[in-house]
């Protein structure tokens, strides 16, 4: 209870103090050098396998293959000048401040992943399954430590950075991360 009141008061402060102008100036970028919608909709698998829509700003071009789950680096053509930009210093994840405030993630938790991406990762590491038993989070310990990742064996290796998260959920390790988050954002190591 105390992790899910901090996510949303955290959210509401985000939301009203930084998406608040944020939303219209990245909206009117993207949809003046795409000409595209400004958000982007996934289905991510959450919460005891529950299905949710991740929201992100749009940082790539063109509509993805339906049935045919890329991963960045196979799209990584289509991502916009502004798009690399929005995902170096980790601007598209901003808008699941909003997914958070509904209760489909939280501030730190495993990152959220396909179905698909999600059944590969646990045919090769059977325990990633019971990473479901958390809230998906917009930043995690495989997020700072590993990053975005462009391919299975790079998921896998993300993945047990996630594990290691499992094992050592804290308020001071969510604290610990979120503060390695602010740092990763401001520095723009994002990929």
């Known amino acids: 209870m105390l992790k899910r009141g901090g996510d949303i008061i955290f959210s509401i402060i985000v939301i009203l103090t930084i998406l608040l102008w944020m939303v219209p100036i990245v909206t009117l970028i993207i949809f003046m050098t795409t000409g595209e919608k400004p958000f982007y909709r ?14 992100k700003f749009r940082s790539m071009k063109g509509v993805p293959p ?41 501030i730190v938790g495993p990152r959220p992943e396909r179905q698909f991406f999600l059944d590969t990762i646990i045919s090769h590491i059977p325990r990633y399954k019971e990473l479901q038993k958390l809230r998906p989070g917009i930043t995690s310990l495989g997020q700072i430590r590993y990053g975005y990742a462009d391919s299975i064996d790079q998921m896998k290796l993300r993945a047990r950075y996630d594990l290691v998260y499992l094992d050592n959920v804290s308020l001071l390790t969510d604290i610990k991360i979120i503060l390695y988050t602010v740092i990763v954002v401001v520095k723009g190591k994002g990929k």
């Open 42 to 55: 996934q289905e991510r698998v959450g919460k005891n396998g529950k299905l949710f829509q991740i929201y």
């Open 66 to 106: 339906v049935n045919d789950p890329l991963l960045s680096d196979e799209e990584s053509f289509r991502i916009t000048h502004f798009g690399r930009f929005l995902r170096k210093f980790r601007i598209d994840e901003f808008p699941q401040f909003f997914n958070v405030l509904m209760g489909e993630m939280s």
